[in-house]
């Protein structure tokens, strides 16, 4: 009973220790007000130090699957990666079972501040796996989730979701989520239909609405591409803090308020990656982020990039495009009117990527003529000869050589349009040869087919056991093995059978005893074996004396 007694002691001790609300956002983060969303294959060790290297307050880790979280040792070695110096952090998990959630939050809530759920994830593997966005209408299973793991954690629970089309519906649902204990709520200003190319502007109205109907701290998330932007979103909405997620990646500098140049943060990265590793399709992700712009204009370094095994291959892409750069800039000094483009900056300053509007895409397509079809191309001069895979590479690329130097001039098969096999005695291909010499009863050598030979001597090889048969049917004799009738091997055995009583009669006739014949002959038969072997010996004894001598 005192047992029982005592961990209710320690679970309240625990819970006056574990800040809320308010408190957990002053004292425990700070007071942060930029955020660095989590980001699958994105937010790893590497990139947040960078991102809190140029402003970053608080970071969030990659999203994790708690099930698999929580099965596998060697994901949760590999996934969850962190420093001293990587403080304050938030881990977000996906879920769709509490028991399963709470074990997941366990393993980390030592080393992170607080534990995040996954309520935005609008991707199709999140449909697939039931989790993210698509359990917005489970209200009692997110309320079971949220409110045992802050029953149960050292750390408060957080959430990140997305809106309804339905205003009252979205505050609503903040509602229940603080109700349930979730002591922190991002809201991400897009619906669970708005991703893609038709992801379109967040709406920071609804925002601004759940933030006022809601006693705990609120992120906004959605629409920030410059510091300004941060700036303008906590006055509209009143927001505690602001989160990016593309901004960031495309400038990892953006909560500094300055754009520096792509090959900068490029360099900051790689070293980072070379302190905290972590996968190379990551690092190779965030440089292609970076490059972006950059890479419309250097397409070769684009393929330097894709083709790399190591990050040394990623930094000499960047010694590259650095000197290239470096180059424009001299000249856009001098003629600044030769690098006007639609961006904002020049293509070598770290900027965001704007997607464009599909509405305007859509027009721009039906603008542009038709495209002839690939039959009339495959009857052009130039494409005489070519498979239409040949002729598909040539037209996506048409310095492209499809031709080794060394090709040799292979004979076709009189039958098909295939290569002939070079030592086939009828010109053929495999195909073709088989199905003439088994049409045929023919042997062919190039392709080791035998059938007529085959064929000649099993014909010879019952045509001779015949011949054995009758001649041994006129004769009388059996084949030892052969087979025969029941009625033919009944009469031989009587003949034989016959043959040794006249034998035995004759013998007795004589007055001899057949076993005493039998002992005699055996006598003899050694006796003669004996001086066989006697003579023998006699041989090789003179023969090896002669050789000694």
Same mark, same amino acid.
């Given at each position: 009973?005192?047992?029982?007694?005592?961990?209710?002691?320690?679970?309240?001790?625990?819970?006056?220790?574990?800040?809320?609300?308010?408190?957990?956002?002053?004292?425990?983060?700070?007071?942060?007000? !930029?955020?660095?969303?989590?980001?699958?294959?994105?937010?790893?060790?590497?990139? @947040?130090?960078?991102?809190?290297?140029?402003?970053?307050?608080?970071? !969030?880790?990659?999203?994790?699957?708690?099930?698999?979280?929580?099965?596998? %040792?060697?994901?949760?070695?590999?996934?969850?990666?962190?420093?001293?110096?990587?403080?304050?952090?938030?881990?977000?998990?996906?879920? +769709?079972?509490?028991?399963?959630?709470?074990?997941?939050?366990?393993?980390?809530?030592?080393? #992170?501040?607080?534990?995040?759920?996954?309520? /935005?994830?609008?991707?199709?593997?999140?449909?697939?796996?039931? !989790?993210?966005?698509?359990?917005?209408?489970?209200?009692?299973?997110?309320?079971?989730?949220?409110?045992?793991?802050?029953?149960?954690?050292?750390?408060?629970?957080?959430?990140?979701?997305?809106?309804?089309?339905?205003?009252?519906? *979205?505050?609503?649902?903040?509602?229940?989520?603080?109700?349930?204990?979730?002591?922190?709520?991002?809201?991400?200003?897009?619906?669970?239909?708005?991703? /893609?190319?038709?992801?379109?502007?967040?709406?920071?109205?609804?925002?601004?609405?759940?933030?006022?109907?809601?006693?705990?701290? &609120?992120?906004?998330?959605?629409?920030?591409?410059?510091?300004?932007? &941060?700036?303008?979103?906590?006055?509209?909405? /009143?927001?505690?803090?602001?989160?990016?997620?593309?901004?960031?990646?495309?400038?990892?500098?953006?909560?500094?308020?300055?754009? %520096?140049? &792509?090959?900068?943060?490029?360099?900051?990265?790689?070293?980072?990656?070379?302190?905290?590793? #972590?996968?190379?399709?990551?690092?190779?992700?965030?440089?292609?982020?970076?490059?972006?712009?950059?890479?419309?204009?250097?397409?070769?370094?684009?393929?330097?990039?894709?083709?790399?095994?190591?990050?040394? #291959?990623?930094?000499?892409? *960047?010694?590259?495009?650095?000197?290239?750069?470096?180059?424009?800039?001299?000249?856009?000094?001098?003629?600044?009117?030769?690098?006007?483009?639609?961006?904002?900056?020049?293509?070598?300053?770290?900027?965001?990527?704007? @997607?464009?509007?599909?509405?305007?895409?859509?027009?721009?397509?039906?603008?542009?003529?038709?495209?002839? %079809?690939?039959?009339?191309?495959?009857?052009?001069?130039?494409?005489?000869?070519?498979?239409?895979?040949?002729?598909?590479?040539?037209?996506?690329?048409?310095?492209?050589?499809?031709?080794?130097?060394?090709?040799?001039?292979?004979?076709? #098969? &009189?039958?098909?349009?295939?290569?002939?096999?070079?030592?086939?005695?009828?010109?053929?291909?495999?195909?073709?040869?088989?199905?003439?010499?088994?049409?045929?009863?023919?042997?062919?050598? /190039?392709?080791?087919?035998?059938?007529? *030979?085959?064929?000649?001597?099993?014909?010879?090889?019952?045509?001779?056991?015949?011949?054995?048969?009758?001649?041994?049917?006129?004769?009388?004799?059996?084949?030892?093995?052969?087979?025969?009738?029941?009625?033919?091997?009944?009469?031989?055995?009587?003949?034989?059978?016959?043959?040794?009583?006249?034998?035995?009669?004759?013998? +007795?006739?004589?007055?001899?005893?057949?076993?005493?014949?039998?002992?005699?002959?055996?006598?003899?038969?050694?006796?003669?074996?004996?001086?066989?072997?006697?003579?023998?010996?006699?041989?090789?004894?003179?023969?090896?004396?002669?050789?000694?001598?």
């Amino acid at each position: 009973m005192w047992k029982m007694e005592e961990r209710q002691q320690e679970e309240e001790i625990q819970e006056e220790k574990k800040l809320s609300g308010f408190d957990f956002w002053r004292k425990t983060l700070n007071s942060a007000k !930029y955020v660095v969303a989590p980001m699958v294959d994105a937010s790893e060790l590497a990139w @947040r130090m960078l991102s809190r290297k140029y402003g970053a307050q608080l970071c !969030y880790t990659p999203m994790f699957h708690s099930s698999v979280f929580v099965r596998d %040792p060697n994901y949760r070695k590999e996934a969850m990666q962190t420093c001293p110096e990587d403080r304050p952090l938030i881990v977000q998990f996906c879920a +769709n079972d509490p028991d399963t959630f709470l074990r997941a939050a366990q393993y980390v809530e030592d080393i #992170c501040d607080a534990v995040d759920l996954n309520l /935005g994830c609008p991707q199709t593997i999140a449909k697939r796996g039931h !989790y993210g966005a698509f359990l917005e209408d489970e209200w009692d299973l997110l309320k079971k989730m949220v409110t045992l793991c802050h029953q149960k954690l050292k750390v408060p629970i957080t959430c990140k979701i997305r809106v309804f089309e339905s205003k009252e519906k *979205t505050v609503l649902y903040a509602q229940m989520l603080e109700k349930a204990g979730c002591q922190l709520l991002t809201v991400h200003g897009r619906t669970k239909e708005q991703k /893609g190319r038709f992801t379109g502007l967040a709406d920071w109205d609804i925002i601004k609405l759940v933030r006022e109907s809601v006693s705990i701290p &609120v992120f906004a998330n959605g629409n920030i591409q410059y510091l300004a932007d &941060v700036e303008r979103c906590i006055d509209q909405t /009143g927001v505690q803090g602001v989160m990016s997620a593309e901004g960031n990646l495309h400038n990892p500098a953006l909560f500094t308020g300055d754009s %520096p140049p &792509v090959w900068k943060m490029a360099e900051d990265y790689l070293e980072l990656a070379e302190k905290y590793p #972590c996968p190379l399709s990551y690092a190779r992700g965030h440089i292609f982020k970076m490059f972006h712009h950059s890479l419309n204009v250097h397409l070769d370094i684009r393929e330097l990039i894709a083709v790399g095994r190591s990050l040394e #291959c990623f930094r000499l892409a *960047t010694l590259k495009l650095k000197e290239r750069c470096l180059a424009d800039a001299e000249k856009f000094k001098e003629k600044p009117e030769l690098f006007q483009s639609e961006l904002p900056f020049p293509y070598w300053i770290c900027q965001p990527y704007v @997607r464009p509007d599909p509405n305007e895409v859509d027009k721009n397509k039906e603008k542009k003529t038709v495209k002839r %079809p690939l039959e009339e191309k495959l009857q052009a001069p130039e494409f005489a000869g070519l498979s239409k895979n040949k002729v598909k590479r040539l037209l996506r690329n048409p310095f492209k050589k499809l031709t080794r130097d060394t090709e040799e001039n292979y004979e076709k #098969c &009189v039958a098909c349009q295939n290569i002939r096999g070079r030592k086939c005695s009828y010109m053929m291909c495999k195909n073709c040869c088989k199905e003439k010499t088994f049409r045929e009863v023919l042997d062919c050598k /190039g392709h080791r087919i035998v059938l007529r *030979t085959k064929t000649s001597s099993k014909v010879a090889f019952d045509q001779k056991k015949k011949e054995m048969e009758d001649r041994n049917e006129d004769s009388g004799e059996v084949i030892l093995g052969s087979r025969c009738p029941d009625n033919e091997r009944e009469s031989t055995q009587g003949i034989n059978r016959e043959n040794e009583e006249d034998r035995l009669a004759d013998v +007795n006739t004589q007055g001899e005893n057949p076993m005493e014949l039998d002992s005699n002959e055996v006598q003899s038969d050694s006796t003669n074996s004996l001086q066989m072997f006697n003579s023998h010996t006699l041989i090789e004894d003179t023969s090896f004396k002669e050789g000694m001598s």
